[in-house]
């Protein structure tokens, strides 16, 4: 029984051995973390369309949550750009921007976000994540940079602009070019070229004058905070918001609100398929994240507990005044380099934005959001790798033209349309490949008791029996495929006397291609021909066993596929059928 509730809540296995040395690696961490999440919270709910408190509120609560149930050390679950730009994508489709029914809205999405990941974990469905492939994430997470930063160019120009889509963007850009603030201009240009600067050149300059390396990268860090300080100064000093400079203005002094998500049959349709799309690319992102950063430790991530952890978050944002979140890969690198031990990193980091809440959210009130839109900029820019393009069309033009397809639709379209296109464009590709199975016509390799292609290794073969080596499982799809490919050989060789199937490569045979190597045998048979498996997988093997294809194969099935040569090279085959 405690073993089953320590599977549910992790916190009861690494709470039991919490040390001294252990909260002294997560407190550096939370302060770390905490430093970065504030200017990057009030940024991301920016992008997401909401009041800036909503990205702090959804920093707290969920962070907590996920120490509880969640199993990685390093994860630091909070706003992200890319689930921000789904949000403002999902929610602006069904309210506008400022009203209390877009708050509503919002948190309507992370309670369904958070509901569908719960339902994956508890019933250890983490596997559907599986259907998003990696060149389809990369060319959506490349597009939805592209397309953030793009999105932040009318507070860095002052002016009012709109659109989900580049074209829409570029085009109200375009129309609105006239209105640019030559204040909002200069002070985002600026606070644009310095976090650039703080990004790559900060910490070397530091090292170079003599600081330790935690100093120089806590100073690293800190950098947008003294963006947001310093123009927060000067806007105050010199009254630029007279001057057109948009400031955020008034943010609740205030822990985060009890809210409740809206529950209307029209909304919750209108929002299901954009939560389930976020929290798969969610999960997603959060999951490599946390399995990459636990390699590094050897730590092991348990996914269908990283579902409970991630639907926890997203249901205590539901539930005070946030949106949907995940672990982000900044902050997680941040966490894990500043020597997080624990997830109660995490817990410290909640405690110090809570802090923040209360205390610090007045100093906020002349912080323009042209520097909040500079921070999102430099920090998605990181996120846009054109290079996967190439890489794909060296290596695989499927992959390429799922990548290439998800990147131009998402652009064009929007980032829903794009990633769905992408996930259904990848399948399709799956199973159009698979419709052709690599076979491989065999032989053995003088010498020895191995067998390869023949077209790429000199083999011995034997003129009267063909050897057929079938790397891939065999399904309805595919079946067909395999027959057609069984008796072309078989026509254009009168010598033929048996064929061997050589198994080694299959996983499964469902119905469909049952029936199929019944019609080879049947086929067969009658042209006195010998049909032969071998090297059959024990789980294979006993699907097959009982079947009306085990009891009349005119063959045998051989352990492996040397007995089956030195069996059959010279054995006649079975007499052809009256």
């Not at 999902?90 to 976000?113: H, I, K, P």
């Not at 630029?240 to 809206?262: F, M, N, Y």
């Not at 636990?294 to 269908?304: F, G, H, L, M, S």
């Not at 057929?468 to 050989?489: G, I, K, P, T, W």
């Amino acid at each position: 029984m405690i073993q089953r509730l320590r599977q549910y809540l992790p916190i009861l296995d690494w709470g039991r051995r919490y040390d001294k040395a252990a909260l002294t690696n997560d407190s550096v961490a939370a302060v770390i973390v905490t430093i970065m999440l504030i200017p990057q919270s009030l940024a991301y709910a920016l992008l997401a369309g909401l009041p800036p408190e909503a990205g702090i509120y959804a920093s707290i609560v969920p962070i907590l949550l996920y120490a509880v149930f969640g199993t990685s050390n390093a994860l630091a679950v909070g706003p992200v750009a890319v689930v921000s730009l789904l949000t403002a994508s999902a929610v602006g489709q069904v309210a506008e921007q400022g009203t209390a029914g877009y708050a509503v809205a919002a948190l309507t999405l992370a309670f369904l976000s958070g509901g569908f990941l719960l339902i994956l974990g508890i019933f250890r469905l983490g596997f559907i994540a599986n259907f998003l492939s990696h060149p389809v994430i990369a060319g959506f997470i490349t597009a939805s940079g592209i397309l953030i930063a793009t999105s932040q160019l009318k507070h860095i120009l002052g002016i009012e602009a709109h659109g989900h889509t580049l074209p829409e963007m570029i085009w109200s850009l375009a129309t609105h070019l006239n209105q640019t603030s030559l204040a909002t201009l200069l002070i985002g240009i600026t606070a644009t070229g310095f976090l650039f600067w703080v990004r790559k050149g900060l910490k070397p300059r530091l090292l170079a004058l003599g600081l330790k390396p935690m100093l120089a990268d806590i100073l690293t860090k800190a950098g947008p905070v003294a963006a947001v300080f310093a123009t927060t100064l000067v806007t105050w000093g010199l009254s630029l918001e007279a001057r057109g400079v948009a400031i955020v203005g008034d943010v609740p002094q205030s822990l985060p609100p009890l809210t409740l998500p809206g529950l209307s049959p029209d909304l919750i349709g209108a929002l299901l398929v954009p939560a389930i799309l976020i929290s798969v690319i969610g999960f997603v992102e959060s999951i490599s994240v946390a399995q990459t950063l636990a390699a590094k430790k050897r730590q092991r991530i348990d996914p269908d507990q990283e579902l409970i952890g991630l639907g926890a978050a997203n249901l205590g944002a539901a539930f005070t005044g946030g949106y949907p979140v995940t672990g982000g890969f900044a902050r997680s690198v941040v966490n894990f380099d500043a020597g997080a031990a624990t997830p109660a990193a995490g817990a410290f980091t909640a405690a110090g934005l809570a802090i923040a809440a209360v205390a610090l959210t007045p100093l906020v009130y002349f912080l323009p959001k042209t520097t909040l839109a500079a921070t999102i900029i430099v920090a998605v820019l990181s996120l846009v790798d054109l290079t996967i393009l190439k890489k794909t069309w060296t290596y695989s033009r499927q992959d390429f033209a799922a990548v290439a397809a998800t990147i131009v639709l998402t652009l064009t379209f929007g980032v829903e349309i794009g990633v769905a296109s992408g996930v259904i464009l990848s399948l399709f590709l799956h199973l159009y490949k698979t419709t052709k199975p690599h076979v491989a016509e065999v032989g053995l390799l003088p010498g020895t008791q191995h067998f390869r292609n023949i077209l790429r290794h000199r083999v011995e073969c034997c003129p009267s029996l063909v050897t057929l080596r079938v790397d891939e499982n065999l399904y309805f799809v595919n079946a067909r495929f395999l027959e057609d490919m069984v008796m072309a050989r078989v026509a254009e060789d009168t010598h033929l006397k048996n064929v061997v199937l050589m198994f080694s490569a299959v996983n499964a045979v469902d119905y469909s291609a049952l029936e199929t190597l019944e019609e080879i045998n049947t086929r067969l048979t009658e042209l006195g021909i010998g049909l032969h498996l071998s090297e059959v997988k024990g789980p294979v093997m006993d699907r097959l066993k009982g079947t009306h294809f085990i009891d009349h194969l005119n063959g045998q099935v051989f352990l492996s596929q040397y007995d089956a040569h030195v069996a059959l090279a010279r054995k006649p085959a079975p007499m052809a059928a009256q």
